[in-house]
């Protein structure tokens, strides 16, 4: 416990102050496995390397173009109907407090106006923390300069990384003290694999409950389907975050 908690606080504090070179290395995992498979069949190393680059970075911009300009029109038109969202739900409210006072004779109708009014405060104020969630969100989906900058220099590092591997590896094995190489074994062993089979397997949960729930919507025909349930997948990684 006290390895695993060391090692997140460590790579929290790394990250803060080095963040585009661990994307680099996230980068790195994603296209070594093509510029490999293209230098077997003949081709050089720098030559694969830049090809598979490029075609992550396509694909990549391709997706996110996507993804974010159908995620933030949906949200932004979702804050925009808060409010005749919050008129459904007043008229709900009321309607089934009408019918529980005819339900139950000699039930106080101050009781009912209180729990009116209550309700009218408690959903006022939920969606006066929606709205400012989701505006919260959109401007942070539109204003992300900071991490494409850091992406951009994780990119290029991970680019000459992939060139590079085989002469890295072969110094880290070579120059690397031995009581080292037991820290790492032993991370690697007993920490890292771990964690990352319970990171693995969290996602895969919340990518079935983004499916769930999206191929559900679509049925019933709501609107803003896919922000929903980007958003319930968004909420779902809560408890694995804190």
Known sequence: VVTVY?????FSFLYKIASPI????????CIEPPARWLHRRGMKKAVASAISTL?????????LTGLGAVFASQIYNLAEHLPTYQAVLQEQIEANSEYLQSKLEGFPAEWTDKIREFAETVVG???????????AL?????????????????????????????????????????????????????VLVG?????????????????IIY????????????????????????????
């Open 6 to 10: 060391l090692f997140m606080w460590l």
């Open 22 to 29: 661990f994307l680099s290395f996230l980068i790195f995992f």
């Open 55 to 63: 075609l992550f970075v396509l694909l990549l911009l391709a997706i």
């Open 125 to 135: 104020y939920g969606a006066q923390i929606a709205s400012r969630f989701l505006q």
């Open 138 to 190: 959109f401007n942070w989906i539109t204003s992300v300069s900071s991490f494409m900058i850091n992406f951009a220099i994780g990119i290029i590092l991970a680019y000459f990384l992939s060139v590079e591997i085989d002469t890295w590896r072969k110094v880290a094995q070579e120059k690397t003290p031995a009581t080292f190489k037991k820290v790492y074994y032993f991370l690697k062993d007993n």
């Open 195 to 211: 964690i990352i089979g319970y990171l693995k397997a969290q996602l895969k949960m919340v990518a079935i409950t983004f499916v």
């Open 215 to 242: 191929v559900a919507l679509l049925l019933l025909g709501v609107n803003n389907a896919f922000s929903v349930s980007l958003l319930a997948a968004l909420f779902d990684l809560l408890p694995l975050v804190g």
